[in-house]
């Protein structure tokens, strides 16, 4: 899933540059869509390892629940995404070691977060597979 992410990410990242690049009538509402693609694999990139660790599933699955879960909590995902956000500007502009800080302190604040937002799933399998060990005699 990690390579396609980023070779999903990366084709993405062209298809931004280009159409922000190139000057025609049809570039700009181009870019503004690429931007919408660009908020969706956010949102499922913030989710997908999570769920792939969690849960035992297809790949397309995972990906589908991962996009579901962003849309069913949007709430928390705009959080995660501003934490992100803040924590990376923060560290071009105001404190560049947060920059090395960055990559541990994003999961470890989003892991709360998706603590919460799998709570409900987490309950609901344990159930099912406490009620699979149970035989009636």
Do not use: D
Not at 66 to 71: K, T
Not at 82 to 90: E, K, P
């Amino acid at each position: 899933i990690g390579v396609l992410m980023l070779l999903f990410g990366g084709i993405l990242g062209f298809n931004l540059w280009f159409y922000m690049t190139v000057e025609s009538s049809f570039s700009k509402p181009m870019f503004v869509i690429m931007l919408m693609f660009l908020w969706a694999y956010l949102m499922v990139l913030h989710y997908v390892f999570a769920v792939q660790a969690q849960f035992e599933n297809t790949i397309k699955n995972t990906l589908l629940f991962s996009f579901a879960l962003a849309i069913r909590k949007l709430g928390w995902t705009v959080i995660m995404l501003s934490v992100t956000v803040l924590i990376v500007v923060g560290g071009f502009t105001v404190f560049l070691p947060l920059l090395l800080l960055a990559p541990g302190l994003v999961p470890f604040i989003n892991s709360y977060i998706l603590n919460r937002c799998f709570k409900p799933y987490l309950e609901a399998a344990e159930e099912e597979s406490a009620g699979e060990g149970m035989t009636e005699e």
